[in-house]
């Protein structure tokens, strides 16, 4: 081995620099290969009239042009994904109220905990799948729960119905996440120290006001970080509407997410594809960095004093 | 301002009682420290005062009232926590009207006394800061503030200072002192820290193993400790602690040590315990060096620790080992020859089988 006496290598400083370098550099080349790569090939093709077999042609904002003007399932999957992200705020209330409960004192909350936490980990193909049985017209429990309840003498297609659809698709969105949701709630509340409980019920606080004025802002970063992950979910949906109504009844459940693949891998328009992804980016980068800011730059943190 | 009386109180978690009956009587405006070992109960008792842990026996009063079934906020009790509890979202302003605005104080009133309380304790420039951007010492003065501000009944102390390093918990014990001539509130304050609870209380109540093992002035419970174990916990330096037999001859009463070394003992006090064997207890700060001429006990130094304004010195008395303070520079390295004498006065003796003093 030769090792050059002096220079660059002699400091300590830079030998670690350099071994650092080779520790990230793996997981660099994929991020950039995979992600930046990628991304960056995207917008250039943007703004490329081009298909497969066929040189790229540079027309400018021409496909950003077709989709403001023409493309009405653009509008409609924005506005389901909207939608979708809009569930999010009443998806993340309800898992604070599982949250509570089973951090409060009842009996077997661990057993609670894990059953609710269980729908995180399974595939969104599996959720779809399962759901779908469940929604079913004929054979669905659900159906069969509200008829032999009297509640309703038709069937109710819900994933058929154009009303039905969405709603329906979002609430096996959220009976996945909501797991998810508690664990990180949960995780915040139990880093909420007991002893400013104690404090407020002494200076007189009431049980409202410890949960608004102790309870909701020390849990303000979780909360956010639940709300993140609600947009990021709300864009990346893909498997689960796929799998459940690939969209329709119509484009009823269309998302953005559903509706970039069918441009690229249905339509083949690679490029238009291309410019709606780009758009979808915009959009998420946008909301996220919103959710953080309103976090006050901390979400995920924990606020002690 | 009020009276706290606790008769025969109680606590078990679960089957495990570790609190056995104390009694306790705090007369208003009295400051009274819970002192004693690590999980004697102290905190346990002072969160049942709170109102924080129910009560599995005997009674709590604050003034005439009973409160046993009385909620928290209802009891008109402060408390300052070890960590502070400071609510860490709020600013310190924030942290101190808080109490007040569910008492139905007025803002124009909340944001007077929340300015008084601030400028009792020297913190009027702080109250625009988080918690966070305060140090150890202007928290605590934050959580006092945060008490006294609601001028209750009874302020309740859990070792506010232990949070503190060396320094400023000494500074803040002053601190304290001070506060307590502007604030004459009934006060209940737990400590494992002696010196805190000698230099606070108006009375120290010693707790072990979940029972009182005494209640005194600091006076009284540093001259006169009712039991062994009140014995080795208060005072600067332990107190030495060894095996003895009481003698009543020719000479008058007095105490043997080891193999043969005599200690007089006041007239007439222990003659019922002759020949009885005792546990002798002498401070090191009360064996003090003597002089040619006046009755000596010899003994061979074994450790010398000089402090500067004085010298501990443990040193070897007829087979028994014994620590003293005594005047720097005397005994200067271990085999030096150590000469001591006790006023028969300063001799504790404790019965070995109860450990109460005779
Ligand atoms: N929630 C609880 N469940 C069971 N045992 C408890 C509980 N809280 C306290 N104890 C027990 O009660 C005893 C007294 O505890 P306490 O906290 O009053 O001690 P302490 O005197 O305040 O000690 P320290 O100086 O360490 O704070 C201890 O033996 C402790 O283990
Ligand atoms: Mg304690």
């Excluded at chain 1, 009443?90 to 729908?119: C, E, M, P, Q, W």
């Excluded at chain 2, 706290?4 to 609190?19: F, G």
């Excluded at chain 2, 601030?118 to 951007?133: C, G, H, N, V």
Aim: glycine letters at 8%.
């Amino acid at each position: 081995m030769t090792r050059p006496s002096g220079g660059w290598w002699a400091t300590r400083r830079n030998r670690q620099f350099a071994l650092i370098v080779c520790f990230l550099l793996p997981s660099l080349v994929v991020f950039f290969l995979y992600r930046l790569l990628p991304l960056g090939w995207n917008v250039i093709l943007s703004f490329q009239a081009w298909s497969p077999l066929k040189p790229a042609q540079w027309i400018g904002l021409e496909n950003y042009a077709e989709m403001w003007a023409y493309d009405d399932v653009f509008w409609v999957a924005l506005k389901n994904t909207l939608i979708f992200i809009a569930a999010s705020p009443l998806a993340i209330a309800a898992a604070l109220g599982i949250a509570l409960l089973v951090n409060s004192d009842l009996k077997g909350a661990a057993v609670y905990r894990t059953i609710v936490f269980l729908s995180y980990p399974l595939m969104a193909v599996a959720v779809g799948i399962i759901w779908r049985w469940m929604y079913d017209e004929r054979g669905g429990i659900i159906n069969y729960a509200l008829r032999a309840s009297g509640l309703t003498t038709r069937p109710i297609g819900f994933l058929q119905d154009f009303d039905w659809a969405l709603p329906s698709v979002i609430f096996a969105e959220v009976w996945q996440v909501i797991g998810f949701y508690m664990i990180i709630l949960l995780t915040g509340l139990q880093s909420i120290p007991p002893n400013l409980y104690e404090a407020a019920h002494i200076d007189g606080a009431p049980a409202r006001a410890r949960f608004f004025r102790i309870t909701v802002p020390m849990l303000r970063p979780s909360l956010f970080l639940c709300a993140v992950v609600g947009i990021l979910n709300s864009f990346g949906s893909f498997d689960l509407v796929y799998i459940m109504t690939n969209g329709g009844p119509g484009h009823a459940t269309e998302l953005l997410i559903t509706h970039i693949y069918k441009s690229a891998f249905v339509q083949s328009k690679f490029d238009y594809a291309a410019a709606l992804t780009v758009v979808q980016f915009g959009l998420l980068v946008i909301l996220t960095v919103a959710a953080n800011r309103a976090a006050g730059g901390n979400v995920g943190a924990v606020e002690r004093d | 301002m009020a009276t706290v009386s606790l008769r025969s109180v109680r606590k078990s978690y679960d089957a495990q009682e570790v609190v056995h009956g104390v009694d306790l009587e705090v007369a208003d405006q009295e400051f009274v420290v819970l002192v004693g070992p690590s999980g004697c109960g102290k905190s346990t008792l002072l969160r049942m005062i709170a109102g924080l842990e129910d009560i599995s026996g005997g009674e709590i009063a604050i003034g005439d009232r009973v409160v046993n079934e009385i909620d928290p906020k209802d009891r008109d009790v402060a408390m300052v926590f070890q960590d502070y509890a400071l609510y860490p979202h709020l600013t310190v302003f924030q942290n101190i009207a808080f109490s007040l605005q569910y008492r139905g104080v007025g803002k124009a009133d909340i944001a007077r006394r929340v300015a008084q309380a601030a400028a009792i304790l020297d913190i009027e420039s702080l109250l625009d800061r988080k918690p966070r951007q305060l140090s150890g010492g202007q928290r605590q003065r934050v959580a006092m503030g945060r008490a006294i501000v609601r001028e209750p009944k009874v302020f309740l102390f859990d070792e506010p200072l232990s949070n503190l390093d060396a320094k400023l918990r000494v500074q803040m014990r002053t601190e304290i002192k001070k506060l307590r001539e502007r604030v004459r509130t009934t006060a209940i304050y737990v400590t494992h820290d002696q010196v805190e609870a000698m230099t606070l209380a108006d009375r120290i109540v010693l707790m072990h193993n979940g029972r009182v093992e005494q209640i005194g002035t600091p006076e009284d419970v540093y001259d006169e400790p009712a039991t062994l174990f009140v014995a080795g916990f208060v005072g600067a330096s332990a107190m030495n602690l060894v095996a003895g037999r009481v003698e009543n001859g020719a000479q008058g009463c007095a105490v043997i040590l080891g193999n043969g070394a005599r200690l007089a003992l006041p007239a007439s006090r222990f003659e019922a315990h002759a020949d009885m064997p005792v546990t002798v207890g002498l401070r090191p700060e009360h064996l003090h060096w003597s002089h040619y001429g006046t009755p000596s006990l010899q003994g061979t130094a074994r450790v010398v620790e000089p402090l500067g304004s004085d010298t501990l010195v443990v040193f070897d008395l007829a087979g028994c080992e014994l620590q003293a303070r005594l005047p720097p520079r005397l005994v200067r390295r271990a085999g030096d020859p150590v000469s001591v004498a006790i006023a028969p006065e300063a001799i504790h003796l404790f019965d070995p089988a109860t450990g109460h003093r005779l």
